[in-house]
């Protein structure tokens, strides 16, 4: 999983509650990016970030927050966890460097409940 | 907006037999297009992808994609399928003249039968 690791790797939780997921990288990429995946809808964008401190929203950015403080890690929060956002969630990384040609790599996801 | 359709929720092929998914995209202006592959409880494995230059690109595990600009699609394909091929398949797709996000489609479950 191309030097990626995401934790917790499951985690189970009750609506309200505050949760962060954590993406960790060791290739020194400067583009990070978190998503999540829903049967029948694929992959979509929450958030990604281009740099340490520089975050910018994607397309299901509602009820989510993240930080970047260094190069190699990502923070995703709940800020108060809903139903709705059980799901499965995957880091990605992009070196970002190639004028856009750049392969994203995945990590291993953190699949998320929320009761 | 750039978009990627995948119209097939599930592909049955019989091992040994030729494996095409596919997969359309939307964009402005011309594209960077990307598949990926997904095991059950994995992340998701990079394929291949097209960028510039020849229509056929060759990737990993013996797949292949075709790149159509005319009918916009970007199918993959691989001979003989293997049971071991059984997987989700997404293909992706970025513009050129945007900034780094990639839009995937909704996938596609592969099922290859003994």
């Known amino acids: 999983d191309a030097g990626i690791t995401q934790s917790p790797r499951h985690k189970v939780t009750e609506t309200g509650t505050p949760v962060t997921l954590r993406c960790h990288q060791t290739?020194?990429?400067?583009?990070m990016y978190w998503y999540r995946q829903d049967p029948g809808h694929g992959l979509r964008l929450i958030h990604y970030?281009?740099?340490?401190?520089?975050?910018d929203k994607g397309e299901v950015s509602d009820g989510y927050s993240v930080s970047r403080s260094k190069t190699e890690d990502f923070l995703l929060t709940l800020e108060s966890a809903t139903s709705s956002q059980t799901s499965v969630y995957f880091c990605?990384?992009?070196?970002?460097?190639?004028?856009?040609?750049?392969?994203?790599?995945f990590g291993p996801g953190t699949r998320l409940t929320v009761l | 907006a750039q978009s990627v359709a995948q119209p097939e929720d599930q592909v049955n092929v019989a091992e040994g037999n030729p494996l095409t998914v596919k997969c359309t995209y939307s964009?402005?202006?011309?594209?960077?297009l990307f598949w990926y592959v997904q095991y059950p409880n994995r992340g998701l494995q990079f394929l291949l992808k097209?960028?510039?230059?020849?229509?056929l690109v060759k990737g990993s595990y013996g797949f292949e994609a075709e790149f159509n600009k005319s009918q916009t699609s970007f199918h993959l394909k691989k001979p003989s399928a293997l049971v071991s091929d059984s997987a989700l398949y997404f293909c992706?797709?970025?513009?050129?003249?945007?900034?780094?996000?990639?839009?995937f489609g909704k996938g596609n479950q592969v099922v290859v039968i003994p």
């Open positions: 964009v402005s202006g011309n594209p960077y």
């Open positions: 992706a797709v970025r513009d050129r003249y945007g900034n780094n996000r990639l839009a």
């Open positions: 990605a990384i992009s070196a970002g460097d190639t004028g856009g040609t750049d392969t994203q790599y």
């Open positions: 290739e020194n990429h400067r583009y």
């Open positions: 970030s281009y740099g340490v401190k520089d975050t």
């Open positions: 097209y960028i510039t230059g020849d229509n």
